[in-house]
């Protein structure tokens, strides 16, 4: 007993004896038991199973590899899909330009054929004017138009000086004849007026 009783000062004095039916008290209120502690702690906290984890990061990255994979074949089949929508439009548009012309390349071999069968020049000349007419009628229609040249400033984001003449001072820098004519589509240059320049 007195063995006990020097134990029960060791650890807290008078207010720490055990009683009677196990339970310790600190002052009033009554001491929690250290096993029953570790219960409740293992109780609450929960240890990582070693297994769960790595199946779960395998699974993660399976999904990932499985979206990654999915998402690069949506965008190869994008790709692919794009291109060919590009080469039908470029296909369709020069179809629709061709198509356009078909009437001028029938009226051309029809004055053709009247040249071979006719003497009447000023007839063959109105019907070639005619040709010509319907020709930039349709060029007109697909968006392409001449650039005006004689008699304008050289512009060089239009024009192509191809020789220079002594055309007096007024006509100094002036365009005084066209080579070749230029055509644009739109606002962009399809080919580029072949002048001569005044000097």
């Known amino acids: 007993m007195a063995k006990e009783q020097l134990y029960n ?10 009683s009677g039916d196990g339970a310790a008290t600190c002052g009033d209120e009554p001491c929690a038991n250290v096993a ?27 999904e990932w590899r499985d979206k990654y994979v999915r998402l690069h074949a949506e965008f190869d089949n994008y790709r692919k899909r794009t291109l060919r929508e590009k080469m039908d439009l470029v296909q369709s548009g020069g179809a629709d330009v061709l198509k356009a012309m078909l009437p001028v390349v029938d009226d051309v071999n029809r004055a053709l054929d009247a040249m071979e069968k006719s003497d009447d020049v000023a007839a063959l000349r109105d019907g070639v004017r005619l040709i010509a007419m319907k020709f930039d009628e349709v060029l007109r229609s697909k968006g392409v138009t001449e650039i005006e040249a004689k008699g304008q400033e050289l512009d060089v984001d239009r024009h192509e000086a191809v020789a220079k003449f002594a055309a007096g001072e007024e006509n100094k820098g002036k365009i005084i004849d066209v080579v070749q004519r230029g055509y644009m589509l739109g606002d962009k240059v399809l080919r580029f007026a072949k002048v001569v320049v005044g000097d």
């Open 9 to 18: 000062e060791e650890i807290g004095g008078d207010d720490n004896i055990a």
């Open 36 to 62: 029953d502690e570790t219960a409740a702690a293992s109780d609450t906290m929960t240890e990582p199973d070693g297994e769960e984890q790595p199946k779960d990061a395998s699974a993660e990255a399976s």
